[in-house]
């Protein structure tokens, strides 16, 4: 009966081990359990309407890194990230495009126009600095040259 135990115990952990996508599965689900909190805390943060909105889905793709982007939000109910972005700045980066997603559904324009664009990517930043602050990591908040330099606004 022991060894009957071990034996199931063990295929376990082989299948476990064995599996080749358990590692993308992980990783994929923690991005979305970091939207699901970052979708809460936009909407406080923002005052944003999200009642009617769905949580965004977070998928990440190695061409944004290649092209210099860190993350995207293309007016979808997916959020991008770049492949390789660093791990602490993943939940920053949900946020950030999670806030883009709040603006486009609650019927700020989305044109590159750079009054438009400046007025969106300072909303954004704000919200984010807020989102730092909440996460405890305040010294890592964005400074408002860094953000026009950036952005150019
Ligand atoms: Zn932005």
Request: charged content about 20%; some cysteine.
């Amino acid at each position: 009966m022991r060894a009957f135990v071990l034996a199931i115990v063990l295929a376990l952990l082989v299948a476990i081990y064995v599996t080749p996508d358990v590692g993308a599965d992980s990783e994929y689900e923690a991005d979305q359990r970091m939207a699901l909190v970052a979708f809460a805390a936009a909407c406080k943060i923002t005052h944003y309407s999200c009642a009617d909105l769905a949580l965004p889905e977070v998928r990440r793709s190695p061409y944004l890194g290649r092209i210099g982007n860190r993350a995207v939000y293309l007016l979808t109910d997916v959020l991008w990230l770049d492949s390789e972005l660093k791990t602490s700045l993943v939940p920053i980066a949900i946020f950030h495009e999670m806030v883009h997603y709040l603006q486009y559904n609650n019927g700020m324009p989305h044109e590159r126009v750079t009054i438009i664009r400046c007025i969106s990517e300072r909303e954004a930043f704000d919200a984010t600095n807020d989102y730092f602050e909440a996460l405890g990591r305040s010294s890592e908040k964005i400074s408002v040259k860094k953000f026009q330099d950036t952005y150019g606004c």
